[in-house]
């Protein structure tokens, strides 16, 4: 955690862009590298009918850190994809509650 | 977004339902049918030590839309399920946040 | 419903541990065993320019029940985990609006 969830790159794309995009994640939420997952969604994506290229959507999941954070992490994630040559992208942040998350059993909340 | 992701039925009962669902939705919520995403969730299922079918279930990502396009949105979408001789259908809503979902680094908040 | 979604695991190990853990959730929750679905998150986890093993994190997407029976489902879950030799796990909660989930198109709220 932070937990990220990339739709719509190629795992090639998302290797690209992973060691720079999680150290400069790492240097604005003051944290290790290693806190941070990126997972490639590769699921069809579909419309009208038939499979299609998913468009370019990256959720964040992680404890609220405020939106000055947020608004860093958002840019910083929208840079790097676009710097991939790709147009357009979303990225939706989403929140859990620390008395819901548990690291080893042990409840953060 | 909305972003459909579409568990428990095969790629091509997706792509069966797709072009008509969408349309339904799109006039439900004033939209256009490309604000639409349609993701089929292909990962095991597992019960008992194995792998089976999966619980046909729907999960709805937007926006809040109040109750009665939240029914509407429903309603079409369980429809078209049952439609293709499925017998039973979940259809769970979440919502983003205005302020934590960013369109090419600006937030829609 | 719960949606009980395992990533960092192997499919054989989500199968090993299945039949056990189910039915100790379904006596905490006071529930079926056929309530719980089991999913089995396969995408590629990238960290460092390449495709590396996903760390071991379970999330429950399900309706709030309190924390002490959150707390116990967490340490089921967490205890089924070790219990493989996996050294590490981290668990977490989402909570479904009980009128944003239909059944066949009915409200549960």
Known sequence: MPRITVRGLSVDQVCQMSESLVEQ????C????????????THPSIFAGKIVPAYPF????WFERGPAIRDQVAKAITDHVLALGIPEVEVAFTFYAENGYYINGISCG
Not at 30 to 41: K, M, Q, R
């Open 58 to 61: 990256i959720e964040v999941a």
């Open 25 to 28: 994640l790492a240097a604005i």
């Open 30 to 41: 003051d944290c290790e590298t290693d806190n941070f997952t990126l997972e490639c969604n």
